[in-house]
């Protein structure tokens, strides 16, 4: 069973940084689709940004230029990091790993770590 721990959330003012982690129990980052999402009190969880087994990768267009996605494959460890934040990115932020094929899907999620952006 892959696990994913995510870590490096917490409060900080407008206009802070932070960088989130995400550690995979197994070899995976290499492989699957990452991606973070978040989701705000009383609001649908939403993807942030993904990067795929080719490296492409894909912002919400609220965090382009502010956000950046990457991974470390031979530390099985993927990272978001946060520039210029908002209050509106204030949210509980999920790793996600995804590998979809014509026959089969695998998906897994972490547990969650909250970021809060005070104005």
């Known amino acids: 069973q892959v696990q994913l721990v995510e870590s490096g959330g917490g409060s900080v003012q407008a206009g802070g940084s932070l960088r989130l982690s995400c550690a995979a129990s197994?070899?995976?980052?290499?492989?699957?689709?990452m991606g973070w999402y978040r989701q705000a009190p009383g609001k649908q969880r939403e993807l942030v940004a993904s990067?795929?087994?080719?490296?492409?990768?894909n912002y919400t267009n609220s965090v382009k230029g502010r956000f950046t996605i990457s991974r470390d494959n031979a530390k099985n460890t993927m990272f978001l990091q946060m520039n210029s934040l908002k209050p509106e990115d204030t949210a509980v932020y999920y790793c996600?790993?995804?590998?979809?094929?014509?026959?089969?899907?695998?998906?897994?999620w972490g547990q969650g770590t909250q970021v809060t952006v005070s104005s």
């Open positions: 996600n790993a995804k590998l979809v094929t014509s026959l089969l899907r695998y998906e897994y």
């Open positions: 197994s070899s995976i980052v290499s492989i699957y689709t």
């Open positions: 990067i795929s087994r080719s490296s492409n990768t």
